[in-house]
């Protein structure tokens, strides 16, 4: 008890900086929902092309012109404006962004739009926000007590493993990020280039680096991280996301590798995103998503069939077929060179897409991709890491060391 209280102490001084100047930020009054509307129109089959970039917006060509032509009319025939277009090649469609007058629902415009014959659908611009929490400080619980990691470390690390993390700006500058991010893209516009919070907080849960003198350990310090912008900080306490933004992550997390796809956030069931999860899916990517405890099914992404939903074991029993990973009161990465602890699924997500990485390391034993039917549970339905990472690596045997206070698995080669 007694070196716990030190630990403890050293902790809460170390954090108190950044608690001092977090309690200084303004309040920030939540922005509107968007107004906007996602019109789709479907792109002949020969547009795409295996050798185009499509990292930005996409532009010229006949073809490209006539249906932006056709976005225009319908945007002028509905009292709409046309703001700007994307590409999304996987899906066959071009996306074109309308902007809905304030005196009608997005909902029934789009319902309208998606009545015409040129019209493949159209859709709300959904908004999707990260799933943390504003907690106290609380004691430290670091996941490399809880599962293990140097343990699991000697069986995998996650090297050379491709996670996208689709989510706010990461700081790939922090003092236990640098050299993690592989690839960094942008899909969001107007809101800053500075690092921000949750991106970098989940990032670290991640992949923070091993043995680098500072700061944590990462769940799979080896992996090579997407730094995928869907997102932005909107307040301290509030990180947003389209249906745009994301969708555009997703596509390009799909066409440059990615094994493993982290979404540390929750909203309203979106068309075009479900789309480009069954993709991702049908790739064997592992697509791992927080819970909304809040909704009945979890929230979406989460509840896309296919997709590893996890919640935090802090917010009571799971949900049926949930994962349950650590979330409340974890140490991680903030930018700036800062660390301090963040609880909610967002990082419980986290965790399981490290973890996740840690499977999809090439093993001469593995057989198959992982999946959740591989994750091995504890009762309460919280995750063996050790047995489950045994199985997927057909390496070593999981044995339980038990104390007076907790269960935890160590790995026997």
């Given at each position: 008890?007694?070196?716990?209280?030190?630990?403890?102490?050293?902790?809460?001084?170390?954090?108190?900086?950044?608690?001092?100047?977090?309690?200084?930020?303004?309040?920030?009054?939540?922005?509107?929902?968007?107004?906007?509307?996602?019109?789709?129109?479907?792109?002949?089959?020969?547009?795409?092309?295996?050798?185009?970039?499509?990292?930005?917006?996409?532009?010229?060509?006949?073809?490209?012109?006539?249906?932006?032509?056709?976005?225009?009319?319908?945007?002028?025939?509905?009292?709409?404006?046309?703001?700007?277009?994307?590409?999304?090649?996987?899906?066959?469609?071009?996306?074109?962004?309308?902007?809905?007058?304030?005196?009608?629902?997005?909902?029934?415009?789009?319902?309208?739009?998606?009545?015409?014959?040129?019209?493949?659908?159209?859709?709300?611009?959904?908004?999707?926000?990260?799933?943390?929490?504003?907690?106290?400080?609380?004691?430290?619980?670091?996941?490399?007590?809880?599962?293990?990691?140097?343990?699991?470390?000697?069986?995998?690390?996650?090297?050379?493993?491709?996670?996208?993390?689709?989510?706010?700006?990461?700081?790939?500058?922090?003092?236990?990020?640098?050299?993690?991010?592989?690839?960094?893209?942008?899909?969001?516009?107007?809101?800053?280039?500075?690092?921000?919070?949750?991106?970098?907080?989940?990032?670290?849960?991640?992949?923070?680096?091993?043995?680098?003198?500072?700061?944590?350990?990462?769940?799979?310090?080896?992996?090579?991280?997407?730094?995928?912008?869907?997102?932005?900080?909107?307040?301290?306490?509030?990180?947003?996301?389209t249906s745009l933004g994301l969708a555009m992550a997703l596509h390009f997390a799909i066409t440059h590798g990615a094994e493993v796809i982290n979404l540390?956030?929750?909203?309203?069931?979106?068309?075009?995103?479900?789309?480009?999860?069954?993709?991702?899916?049908?790739?064997?990517?592992?697509?791992?998503?927080?819970?909304?405890?809040?909704?009945?099914?979890?929230?979406?992404?989460?509840?896309?069939?296919?997709?590893?939903?996890?919640?935090?074991?802090?917010?009571?029993?799971?949900?049926?077929?949930?994962?349950?990973?650590?979330?409340?009161?974890?140490?991680?990465?903030?930018?700036?060179?800062?660390?301090?602890?963040?609880?909610?699924?967002?990082?419980?997500?986290?965790?399981?897409?490290?973890?996740?990485?840690?499977?999809?390391?090439?093993?001469?034993?593995?057989?198959?991709?992982?999946?959740?039917?591989?994750v091995v549970s504890l009762p309460g339905g919280g995750i063996d890491a050790c047995a489950t990472l045994a199985r997927?690596?057909?390496?070593?045997?999981?044995?339980?060391?038990?104390?007076?206070?907790?269960?935890?698995?160590?790995?026997?080669?």
């Amino acid at each position: 008890m007694k070196r716990w209280l030190v630990a403890w102490l050293l902790a809460l001084a170390a954090l108190q900086p950044f608690a001092g100047a977090a309690a200084a930020d303004p309040v920030e009054a939540p922005a509107a929902a968007p107004r906007q509307v996602l019109l789709l129109l479907r792109l002949p089959p020969e547009h795409y092309r295996p050798e185009s970039g499509y990292s930005g917006g996409y532009g010229g060509g006949a073809a490209h012109g006539a249906r932006r032509r056709v976005a225009a009319d319908l945007a002028r025939e509905h009292g709409l404006t046309l703001v700007t277009d994307w590409a999304m090649p996987l899906l066959g469609v071009d996306c074109f962004v309308l902007t809905v007058p304030d005196d009608r629902p997005p909902e029934d415009v789009a319902q309208a739009l998606s009545r015409d014959p040129r019209v493949d659908w159209a859709q709300p611009m959904n908004e999707f926000r990260t799933r943390g929490h504003d907690d106290p400080l609380a004691p430290l619980q670091p996941v490399v007590q809880a599962w293990q990691l140097e343990e699991l470390h000697e069986i995998a690390t996650g090297r050379n493993v491709r996670v996208a993390v689709v989510d706010s700006r990461i700081d790939r500058h922090h003092p236990d990020l640098e050299g993690q991010v592989a690839l960094e893209e942008d899909f969001v516009d107007g809101h800053g280039d500075r690092p921000e919070d949750h991106g970098t907080a989940v990032a670290g849960i991640i992949a923070a680096r091993a043995d680098n003198g500072a700061g944590i350990l990462g769940v799979a310090p080896n992996a090579r991280l997407l730094a995928l912008r869907a997102c932005w900080q909107q307040s301290s306490q509030s990180t947003v996301c389209t249906s745009l933004g994301l969708a555009m992550a997703l596509h390009f997390a799909i066409t440059h590798g990615a094994e493993v796809i982290n979404l540390s956030l929750s909203g309203p069931s979106d068309r075009l995103l479900d789309r480009l999860l069954d993709v991702a899916l049908a790739r064997s990517i592992s697509v791992v998503a927080a819970v909304d405890r809040s909704r009945r099914d979890g929230g979406f992404p989460a509840s896309h069939a296919g997709v590893v939903a996890v919640s935090d074991e802090s917010e009571g029993p799971a949900l049926p077929g949930v994962l349950v990973a650590p979330g409340r009161d974890v140490p991680t990465t903030l930018p700036g060179d800062r660390w301090n602890l963040v609880s909610g699924s967002s990082y419980a997500a986290a965790h399981v897409a490290g973890l996740f990485a840690l499977m999809r390391e090439p093993s001469p034993a593995r057989g198959g991709l992982p999946s959740t039917a591989g994750v091995v549970s504890l009762p309460g339905g919280g995750i063996d890491a050790c047995a489950t990472l045994a199985r997927v690596a057909g390496g070593g045997a999981c044995v339980r060391t038990v104390t007076r206070s907790t269960t935890s698995p160590n790995l026997r080669q």
